[in-house]
């Protein structure tokens, strides 16, 4: 027990890694779709939108184990709005 608080304890603050994904998604802002796809690949879902606009979603599950920790999984989840010219114009991100 005490060495799962300390290696727990080594790693970023949960209030770090939430900066971390915000710098990293802020990042996309301005840029093109076809940047953003040549980087991440292809996306979970396109969902096209009336005004010409789309949501792009990245989904991912993370699966860990380890000798302190019973096998398990989280999810993840990337998105960006991109506009009718292909510009990313705003980002939403849930989970690490």
């Known amino acids: 027990m005490l060495a799962a608080s300390f290696l727990t304890g080594c790693g970023p603050s949960l209030q770090e890694r939430r900066d971390d994904i915000e710098k990293s998604m802020k990042f996309w802002v301005g840029k093109s779709e076809t940047q953003l796809v040549a980087k991440w690949g292809p996306p979970s879902d396109v969902y096209d939108l009336n005004d010409g606009s789309k949501e792009i979603t990245y989904r991912y599950i993370h699966r860990y184990s380890s000798w302190y920790w019973y096998p398990g999984s989280y999810r993840s989840e990337r998105g ?17």
């Open 80 to 96: 960006f709005t991109v506009d009718s010219i292909g510009t990313i114009v705003a980002y939403r991100w849930d989970g690490f």
